[in-house]
């Protein structure tokens, strides 16, 4: 069964730390991506990755950055967290078309 | 990519069929019409995914019309596990995933 793991299910970060989310996938795909999640906005994507030490922007970089070190490992940092920066956070991952993207469960991080 | 239209809630009964209309007036050509499905405390799910005319699979129907300025996913026969946030996305991940853009969603409840 395919699986993509996030590290954390919630996170709870006080205004101005540094924060790591990671994801994990097993299934040896090449694209990786972040999202984030707020109510009535859908899902937008932050950072996406072709393959490893490989990253591109998506809709809303700002304030982000990301690590691909290995391939079946994608990092998402928030240098310094501020409290906009609430939100769901979603990773994916996939591979040759159809690019069918495959989610892992979420990671909810509340700054304060 | 296209930019998507889709209704922000539906409500159906079980058994009933359910038939969530997504717009895209501007899909450019080599675009491709992709569904995904996202439960509570989960990452969205992918459905089902076409081109033009018609594709079904196990789970649901996508029908698109000749100018392919909106598709229609079609559900079955609902039961109350199809209640979920169901999400229309359009582009060419063959060229890459800039701009990736699921937009809001159609919260679809199936009640008995």
């Known amino acids: 069964d395919v699986k993509v793991t996030q590290s954390s299910r919630y996170l709870v970060k006080r205004t101005g730390e540094k924060v790591f989310l990671e994801c994990v996938q097993d299934?040896?795909?090449?694209?990786m991506f972040w999202y984030r999640q707020d109510p009535g906005l859908g899902l937008r994507l932050i950072y996406f990755s072709y393959d490893v030490k490989m990253k591109e922007k998506g809709d809303i970089p700002e304030g982000y950055s990301v690590s691909r070190e290995k391939k079946e490992r994608f990092s998402l940092i928030l240098e310094s967290a501020s409290t906009n920066q609430t939100s769901m956070y979603l990773c994916?991952?996939?591979?040759?078309?159809?690019?069918?993207?495959?989610f892992g469960p979420g990671t909810r991080l509340t700054v304060t | 990519l296209a930019k998507t239209t889709q209704p922000i809630s539906m409500d159906s009964y079980e058994g009933q069929e359910v038939n969530i209309t997504c717009s895209h007036n501007n899909i450019a050509t080599n675009d491709y019409i992709t569904w995904y499905q996202q439960f509570p405390s989960q990452g969205p799910r992918f459905i089902i995914q076409?081109?033009?005319t018609k594709v079904t699979n196990e789970v649901a129907s996508l029908f698109i019309p000749a100018d392919r300025k909106s598709s229609t996913l079609s559900l079955p026969r609902v039961s109350l596990s199809d209640t979920a946030v169901y999400y229309c996305l359009v582009g060419d991940m063959n060229t890459g995933f800039q701009k990736l853009v699921f937009g809001t969603g159609t919260r679809l409840l199936v009640s008995p």
């Open positions: 076409g081109y033009k």
């Open positions: 994916a991952s996939c591979s040759a078309p159809p690019y069918e993207q495959y």
């Open positions: 299934m040896d795909h090449e694209n």
